[in-house]
């Protein structure tokens, strides 16, 4: 006799119920003029979590889920409930400034299901939760080179161990930010854990802490961070903010387990690259000017491409405070919105709100200016281009060696060739090179190879700089202004391509790079090769550091016109 087991109904009945509480409460934000909130998708920050008691939180259907100084995020299922009503009340008479989200009951339930991690968290008990931030800001000015920071951590050995483990935590952030770090490394190995600093984009070593000291510093770091303390097998991101004096921190942590445990990196976000502007991007004379014109079109597609940290998404930030005015509706779906700016919606991706049906809702909120964080698909592409061809002025990146590289690549993504040249304005591309230390880079003159290099790049430059015998270039010493490094800061190197009939006509034709790269020469945009050899005449970085980053065997001033027909010639020889 059969048997039916109706625990999968059951559990699909569930399913059911719930995504149609989610498609309800969606429905009614809009009616409401509130926006939804899934907390699943996105990191509940534990000092915002805090500002309200759970029993108050369950009662009136609500959490806190962020908080920067006095402006809070509150999701609420139910905006006339009148406990939600009291404690939105309460929280302005503090002083609060709430902004409202609406969001499901089960997305609650996972919101309230912190504060069960924060009670049963050590730390959390002995009251040690929170870092210390009077004691990160003092510090911070004692800190002028990395081995200043490893030998305070060396003299805090003696402390008890509660006390070690916020010290060094605290020591760790000071640091951070003393040395202008972009992000730390937390790296397990069977005998310490490898603290690093990332300095002007270079890794650098700082000091190797005992091993006994991990899960603690883990755990603290994870609880700070809003992820879950007992998954130890499986990625987790996460975020928190805390408050130096004049300036919120913000931290963008990862965490992915390894052979001898899980490894942690730690971005410190800058809060003023959300005010960052076209100028302080740098660009030269000529690609200034032309993006100050694609920036005026009220529609199209303007992408940038690069690897990961080249400096896309402050280009992106700056594009948006340049395109931002009255009359302009803005939306952003980021992963995750790594900067708060004023007046523009950003949403976040999650499991139930990715790039691609994140995008497609956007084009329903009737938006005039559309970032999208990272084209990575075909469906978050070809949604792009729609967006781009119906009226919208669209941001993006891609990730690609160059900027003719995006056209390949969006091609490869399944992108219709044809369509190419009706959606895309402009592709950019960039790098991020360190720039000498004005105290001590020291000059010479051109060796015989550098004049070479230097010449054979210049050969191709729409409107070349002037080498002359005297000319000269500099090299990093290295001084206590700079931690000894020669380097302090980085500036971004670029190039860009427009897409005009030309250009629209060589991807139809033949979409290879050296194709494109000779059909778009006649627009006279400096290559990155180019533009960076002009920022190492110029003094702002040295030749070797240009090398490091940028390929310059490679490029169109290594291409000629003869090549570039004889190989379209040979591919059209190919072609049935």
Request: with cysteine; proline share 4%.
């Amino acid at each position: 006799m059969a048997h039916f087991d109706d625990t999968f109904d059951d559990e699909r009945m569930d399913l059911i119920r719930r995504k149609e509480e989610d498609h309800l409460i969606k429905d009614l934000a809009v009616q409401y003029g509130h926006q939804f909130v899934d907390l699943r998708g996105i990191t509940l920050n534990p000092d915002a979590i805090k500002l309200l008691p759970e029993e108050e939180a369950k009662a009136g259907n609500m959490i806190i889920f962020e908080t920067v100084r006095k402006r809070i995020s509150v999701a609420i299922r139910n905006p006339n409930n009148e406990n939600t009503k009291k404690s939105i009340e309460a929280l302005k008479a503090r002083g609060f400034e709430p902004t409202i989200y609406m969001t499901s009951t089960t997305s609650l339930v996972h919101g309230w299901e912190r504060y069960h991690d924060q009670k049963n968290t050590t730390a959390v008990k002995q009251g040690v939760l929170d870092i210390d931030t009077d004691n990160i800001a003092a510090q911070i000015k004692s800190f002028k080179t990395p081995e200043d920071v490893a030998a305070h951590i060396l003299d805090i050995r003696t402390l008890n161990n509660t006390r070690r483990i916020s010290e060094t935590l605290e020591t760790m952030f000071a640091g951070a930010i003393g040395l202008h770090a972009s992000d730390i490394h937390i790296e397990p190995e069977e005998g310490g854990i490898r603290l690093r600093y990332r300095l002007d984009g270079v890794l650098r070593d700082i000091i190797d802490v005992e091993r006994k000291l991990y899960e603690r510093i883990i755990s603290r770091l994870k609880l700070l961070s809003g992820m879950i303390l007992n998954i130890r097998d499986e990625a987790q991101d996460g975020r928190f903010t805390f408050t130096l004096i004049d300036k919120d921190v913000e931290v963008r942590s990862s965490i992915i387990p390894g052979a001898s445990g899980e490894s942690m990196v730690m971005r410190l976000l800058d809060p003023t690259v959300a005010s960052f502007t076209l100028e302080k991007l740098d660009l030269n004379a000529i690609l200034h000017k032309v993006l100050l014109e694609e920036l005026l079109r009220p529609n199209g597609m303007i992408v940038t491409t690069g690897p990961t940290g080249s400096g896309k998404t402050t280009a992106l930030y700056a594009f948006l405070r340049k395109v931002h005015k009255p009359g302009i509706k803005i939306i952003t779906i980021e992963n995750p919105v790594e900067y708060k700016l004023d007046d523009i919606v950003q949403t976040q991706v999650s499991d139930d709100y990715t790039f691609e049906s994140g995008l497609r809702a956007i084009l329903r909120q009737d938006p005039d200016v559309i970032m999208v964080g990272e084209i990575r698909d075909r469906e978050v592409a070809e949604t792009a281009i729609h967006a781009a061809q119906t009226g919208h002025l669209v941001f993006s990146t891609l990730h690609t060696n160059s900027a003719v590289g995006a056209f390949p690549r969006l091609i490869d993504l399944g992108v219709d060739y044809r369509m190419i040249g009706s959606s895309v304005n402009l592709i950019l591309g960039q790098r991020l090179v360190r720039v000498l230390c004005t105290h001590c880079k020291q000059p010479h003159p051109l060796t015989d190879a550098e004049r070479k290099i230097i010449t054979t790049v210049l050969a191709t430059h729409p409107a070349p700089p002037v080498l002359t015998k005297e000319s000269v270039l500099y090299d990093a010493e290295g001084c206590d202004h700079c931690n000894h490094t020669g380097f302090k800061g980085r500036q971004g190197v670029f190039e860009a391509v427009r897409v005009d009939a030309a250009v629209e006509e060589a991807v139809i034709r033949d979409p290879r790079e050296n194709i494109i790269l000779e059909a778009a020469k006649a627009q006279g945009i400096p290559s990155m090769a180019e533009d960076g050899i002009e920022k190492v005449l110029s003094g702002t970085t040295s030749l070797a550091e240009l090398q490091r980053v940028v390929d310059l065997s490679s490029g169109r001033h290594t291409l000629t016109t003869e090549d570039s027909a004889a190989s379209a010639d040979d591919f059209l020889s190919h072609v049935v």
